[in-house]
Every structure is written in C-alpha cells, then in structure tokens.
C-alpha cells in the first residue's frame, strides 16, 4: 500500500533562508513522487518528479527533491526563500505499476515565509 | 504539460439547486480526467476518475447520483453537483492523467458556495 507522510503542517523561514519540506513515503512498489505547490484558491502546480532516473531531482523556481531509497523519503529543499514561496505544498505518491489512477496525497505543510 | 481549464471558477448557489462545473484539457487529449474536493486547510480527496465514454468510477463513499460526472469527449469532462446542501460547499479541483510517468495536471479549481 502507498502512503505518505509530511512530518509539518507549517514551516516559517526568512525570505533568503533555506528550505526544506519533509516527506517520508510507503509504497510496495517502485515508486513515483512528485511535489505539488498550491497557491491559494487555484489549483496545483507540479514543481517536480522522481521517477526512477536520477535520485536528485530538479523542479521550477530553483526547488529540487532528493529520493532516499534507504530512508524511504524524498524531502523538498531551496537554498535560499522568496515571499512568492508561500504557498501549500504537497508531496504525492504513486504506483508506477497502476499509475496515474493512484496518487496518494500528503496533508500539505504550509511554507510562510517572513520578509 | 497538459493545460487544464475549469469553469467556473467560483460559483454561489442556493440550497437545493444544481450546479455543473466544467473541465477542459486543452492542449491533450484526455481518456482520463479526475475529479477531486478539497475542504479548508485539508488536502484533496478524490472523488471520482472520469474516462471517456464510458461510466465515471467513484471512490468509496461518494454518492454518484449526487455527483453526476460526464465525460463526452476527449477534452471535456463536466461534475454536476445536484442538489445541493452547504455541506457540498468547497472547492473542486480537475486533473488530467499524462504521459507515462504518471503526473497529473490540474486545474486551477472552483469554488462551490452552496447557501
């Protein structure tokens, strides 16, 4: 079975600082995983996808994504904030053996980020 | 990646009446559209995987004969809500199922106010 976890419902950082979103996911299968930023009352956009080439990931607006096999997790990292960051982030999963029919959805961690 | 529209994007209605809402691939040719709701601060449920004609396949738990969902052609796919109550006020995101690596694109959500 697929599930994932965000270990924060919220994150605050300085604009200019690092961040870094937390996922740790299940799945049975090999998987894939994307991160999705949702900006308030529209919908998602992708930022990035893992899907079984490289492990470390790059996404839009200087976000990337480091898949851990051994740690089971695939947490959303940029080097430095911008206050159009703020958003809704989820991390999805899903089972490249049934594909798109199958996404598992994190609760979300909402990014404030603090001029 | 797949653009996808939605309409409308907000839409009050008054208890008891119905309200479609409309999703459209524009750029790719869709056999598969997801229906998804997503309350406050929560994330998204999915309600339904609508396939091109054919019957949409709901998940557990939704009423089909309160979601009606239709999905005529290869870009189009409509979710009416009838009848509706204040507790079906939220917000109901589209996607469409792309490509091999199992992303979905979504649409930028309507808003449901059901008064």
């Known amino acids: 079975a697929q599930s994932v976890t965000q270990l924060d419902s919220h994150v605050s950082v300085s604009e200019g600082t690092p961040v870094l979103l937390r996922c740790n996911y299940s799945?049975?299968?090999?998987?894939?995983l994307f991160w999705y930023v949702q900006h308030p009352n529209k919908g998602l956009q992708l930022l990035l996808k893992?899907?079984?080439?490289?492990?470390l990931v790059k996404g839009i607006n200087g976000f990337e994504a480091e898949f851990k096999k051994s740690e089971t997790s695939f947490h959303l990292t940029k080097p430095s904030a911008h206050m159009s960051d703020a958003a809704e982030y989820f991390c999805?999963?899903?089972?490249?053996?049934?594909?798109?029919?199958?996404?598992?959805f994190g609760t979300g961690t909402r990014l404030t980020v603090i001029p | 990646g797949a653009v996808v529209s939605q309409h409308p994007s907000w839409v009050i209605c008054k208890s008891g009446t119905s309200v479609k809402i409309e999703c459209r691939s524009l750029?790719?040719?869709?056999?598969?559209m997801f229906w998804y709701r997503q309350f406050p601060k929560q994330s998204l449920m999915l309600m339904a995987t609508s396939n091109e004609g054919s019957k949409a396949t709901y998940e557990q738990g939704v009423e089909k004969d309160k979601f009606l969902i239709n999905h005529a052609s290869l870009t189009l796919s409509t979710l009416t809500v009838t009848s509706a109550h204040p507790e079906d006020s939220s917000f109901y995101i589209c996607?469409?199922?792309?490509?091999?690596?199992?992303?979905?694109?979504f649409g930028p959500g309507t808003r449901l106010t059901v008064t």
């Open positions: 996607s469409v199922g792309a490509g091999p690596t199992y992303e979905q694109y």
């Open positions: 999805v999963v899903s089972d490249r053996r049934t594909g798109a029919n199958n996404l598992f």
């Open positions: 893992y899907t079984s080439a490289a492990t």
């Open positions: 799945s049975s299968y090999s998987p894939s």
């Open positions: 750029d790719f040719q869709a056999t598969t």
